[in-house]
């Protein structure tokens, strides 16, 4: 059996992985975007006795143009609208270098389901899960989606779900009013390609993104909106987000109001 020192720095290293903690940051900065190959080591501080080995940065992805922000928002909207499937949606993005994001994530996480759904989930942002299995919503937050999906007799396989950032931000950390502008055209094309009879955004960033709704998620929720694309107008439903539910599970009566509202939705329009 490790020694208790041992045991709890192990106990505090698994703490700071199920946070989303991915980097370590010393008394020395290091700029982790500069095209350095090996990565830059930060010298850890060394305590009187032994001497400690300097403790390597994170890995960041090199290479990648720096892209101002305007330029970046105007690339994407032009290569967004270029895309005619969601096949050479994915490839446009995935060869997209205007978000920063991109060089800090593991791979980008684009969708999963039904592209012929007749209803679309839209989160905010990958999380640590996500962003190493490639797939939104595996994590915690995803069981739990899957399990309110079931509960109006539907399969993640019936649904399609995606996030308007396609790329995980370091530490799980809320993406920036930029990054969301820089990827708004590509969400917005991902919509009308599978162009769903109902759009579902889960939580405040998502429906304050695609539905312009200034009101908090709890004043929001559970009301009917309407997404406009250049082919229709699409029914939208905000809802809370999964994680808040993991974080007050005293909030998932309100969430299973609002799938059921989306049941009786589904039912009384054709397909």
Known sequence: MPPPSEQAARDLLAFYAEAGVDALVGEVPVD??????PAPTIPAPAPTGEPRRPVSAP???????????DEAAMA?????????TLEELRAILDKFDGCALKTTAKQMVFGDGNPRARIMFVGEAPGRDED??????VGRSGKLLNLMIKAIGLARADTYITNIIPWRPPGNRDPTPQE????????????????????????????????????????????????????????????????????????????????????????????
């Open 132 to 137: 190493i299995e490639g797939v939104p919503f």
């Open 59 to 69: 890995a960041v992805r090199q290479g990648t143009p720096v892209v101002a922000p």
């Open 32 to 37: 982790r975007f500069a095209a350095a190959d």
């Open 76 to 84: 994407a909207r032009a290569a967004a609208r270029s895309a005619a």
């Open 180 to 271: 969301s502008v820089i990827c708004l055209p590509f969400i917005q094309r991902h919509i009308e390609l599978v162009n769903p009879d109902i759009l579902v955004c889960l939580g405040k960033p998502s429906s304050q993104t695609l539905l312009n709704i200034k009101d908090g998620i709890l004043k929001s929720r559970g009301r009917w909106y309407s997404y406009a694309t250049p082919a229709r107008q699409i029914r939208a439903m905000v809802t809370l987000h999964p994680a808040y539910l993991l974080r007050q599970p005293n909030q998932k009566r309100l969430a299973w109001r609002d799938f059921l509202a989306i049941q009786r939705e589904l039912a009384s329009t054709p397909a």
